[in-house]
């Protein structure tokens, strides 16, 4: 083994650790000479090694491409769930004997919290992480998917189906931001492109692939068949997809290098914002996407494409569904 290959497997480390640890110290890492003095007035400034095990940017191509297409397909099953069931809509508005409006309001509802979501996660992502929003987050998608199952009613049926897409929706603002954690400027476009496929599958799939079951088994089988595709998805996905976002990882470095050293260690990335509070840093990541929407004509553009494309191919398939079934 050559001295570059040796060099280049010591600052890797096993998936599990990556997943498990934000803050694992190397020797490396602890015995590196830091910019800075270690002081409250002049600290140590923590950052990425030439060869870092955790630098996100250097992570091994299989395993980059490996998270890209999990998180692709954790965008897939939500955008599926928000569909899926609208293929069982005559079946829910015979069993519940509600009109045929009340039961279009479940794929409605679902999205309307695909709007509402990704103004709480995608600022907590950047203030904890994406993996710990995304671990919680959608776990607890597939547990109010899974309770949709046995709703007794139809109030229940569309408030655990507003709460599974309310909660499902991170994977709407954090997917994305995984994988341009993961990737340079340059690199990032073709990740970009395996990745962007999903959202527009999901709901073109979700109404076609179910169509069948709901007329043989009936709209608890739907359900649960989105309720299994999520879970697979979280148990393989999520929960074995490591932390990716840069200035977390560095802080918890830095964190973990002071109350081993005793000295003052601080991220480079956070020194700008080393004394604004948490609730100022929420605050700004939640008026940052409004001003991207409203300022940059190319992501204004962009939103007002999928809206008007999404709410024609859902009207579409709607229409094709109810045909089918008179």
């Keep these: 083994m050559s001295t570059t290959e040796k060099s280049s497997n010591r600052h ?17 890492v602890l015995h590196h000479q830091w910019e800075g003095s270690g002081t409250e007035e002049d600290p140590y400034l923590v950052d990425w090694l030439a060869e870092d095990y955790r630098d996100p940017h250097q992570m091994q191509d299989w395993l980059k491409w490996s998270i890209t297409l999990l998180q692709a397909a954790s965008f897939l099953s939500i955008t599926f769930a928000s569909s899926a069931l609208s293929a069982a809509n005559p079946q829910i508005q015979k069993e519940f004997g509600v009109s045929a409006e009340l039961v279009v309001a479940d794929t409605s509802l679902f ?67 995984v994988v ?23 709901p073109s799939l979700g109404p076609i692939t179910c169509d069948v079951l709901a007329v043989s088994q009936g709209w608890r089988w739907v359900q649960g068949l989105t309720t299994i595709f999520n879970a697979v998805v979280f148990l393989v996905g999520i929960v074995c997809i490591p932390e990716t976002y840069t200035p977390v990882l560095l802080q918890k470095r830095a964190a973990k290098l002071s109350k081993m050293t005793g000295a003052v260690y601080k991220s480079h990335l956070a020194i700008g914002d080393s004394n604004r509070t ?49």
Excluded at 20 to 27: E, K
């Design 12 to 28: 890797r480390l096993p998936l599990y650790q990556l997943v498990l640890s934000q803050d694992t110290i190397t020797d490396d």
């Design 111 to 177: 999205v309307l919290a695909f709007a509402i979501g990704p103004a709480i996660w995608a600022p907590l992502s950047e203030l904890f992480g994406r993996q710990m929003i995304y671990f919680i987050t959608y776990g607890l998608t597939t547990l109010f998917a899974g309770a949709t199952i046995a709703s007794p009613n139809i109030t229940t049926l569309l408030v655990l189906r507003f709460l599974s897409g309310a909660f499902g929706s991170s994977a709407i603002s954090n997917a994305g931001g």
């Design 180 to 202: 341009s954690d993961m990737y340079k400027a340059r690199d990032r476009g073709l990740a970009t492109i395996a990745f962007i496929g999903a959202p527009f599958l999901g």
């Design 278 to 326: 948490a609730g100022q840093i929420f605050a700004k990541t939640m008026v940052r996407p409004w001003i991207l929407l409203f300022m940059e004509p190319i992501v204004l553009l962009l939103s007002m494409y999928m809206a008007i494309s999404t709410y024609y191919l859902s009207s579409f398939l709607c229409g094709f569904i109810q045909s089918r079934t008179n």
